[in-house]
């Protein structure tokens, strides 16, 4: 129980970002002290910062969550963005869906339309493998099991061969002076090349994505086209995308050009 508890611990700082010691006991059904006996360990396993009455998620550059934790957190706004990503697609395109649990969600949007999908995605290979009028294909590479994805030099060799209409990816964080970056450098190689290889770039990111950096810088947000999200942004966000000449779509439509 205490290691199932300090599971589900993690799971809800990785989605809320911060936790008090009184609202976790209150939901684990269990003393304060024992939650913080929880932060204690979790704070020496470098995963988050133990502060008065709580603790906040620890922003480590380097590390990144198995898909498997990652496709359980945000679920709604995923699929809120994937919602108004599906509107790009149109029939007969050839798109490229990435292995994030985001661009996943696309999956239950464009099943039955006739479309080639291009994929370093196990998941998405799976979703769409009974679908008839999909044309489906991996790009192949070493396999990656926390990111249940394909990477390496074979997969950007696909790559960079083969273009595609459109592109669908995200990424693990967005900076307003560094761009785009990820925490490994075989995840930032496949989706750079992406881009470079894309007619149009669909970034879809969720709010716990913004004003963050990660470990390896994956490009300049002018080289996105559009950014879909599920939240509005502040002002700071929206000057830096409508000098870039980024469209930026959120729950309540577009907001820049």
């Known amino acids: 129980m205490t290691a199932q508890r300090r599971e589900e611990l993690k799971r809800y700082l990785l989605e809320y970002k911060s936790a008090s010691v009184e609202n976790m ?18 704070e020496k396993e470098g995963f988050l910062l133990r502060s008065y009455g709580g603790a906040m998620l620890k ?13 359980e957190l945000l679920v709604d706004a995923k699929r809120k963005i994937c919602r108004q990503a599906a509107e790009f697609i149109y029939p007969n395109d050839c798109i490229f869906i990435d292995h994030s649990t985001t661009a996943l969600e696309l ?34 590479g070493v396999y990656h099991r926390d990111q249940e994805g394909y990477f390496g030099s074979e997969t950007v060799r696909y790559l960079e061969q083969h273009c595609v209409d459109k592109a669908f990816l995200s990424c693990r964080s967005l900076d307003l002076l560094r761009g785009l970056s990820d925490s490994d450098e075989v995840i930032a190689d496949v989706r750079q090349k992406v881009i470079e290889n894309a ?3 669909y970034l879809l ?11 390896i810088t994956i490009c300049d947000v002018s080289a996105v086209n559009c950014v879909i999200t599920d939240q509005p942004l502040d002002e700071e966000w929206n ?19």
């Open 25 to 42: 006991a209150r939901k684990f059904k269990v003393s304060g002290q024992t939650i913080r006996r929880d932060f204690e360990v979790l």
């Open 59 to 71: 922003d480590r550059k380097t590390y990144f969550e198995p898909n498997t934790v990652r496709c």
């Open 107 to 140: 999956c239950g949007e464009i099943a039955q339309r006739p479309l080639t999908v291009v994929t370093n995605s196990r998941r998405v290979v799976d979703r769409l493998s009974e679908s008839q009028n999909i044309r489906l294909i991996s790009t192949g």
């Open 199 to 201: 007619d149009s770039v």
């Open 205 to 215: 990111a969720d709010h716990s994505k913004f004003g963050k950096s990660g470990f």
């Open 239 to 257: 000057q830096m995308f409508r000098e870039k000449a980024v469209r930026v779509l959120d729950s309540t439509g577009e907001k820049t050009v």
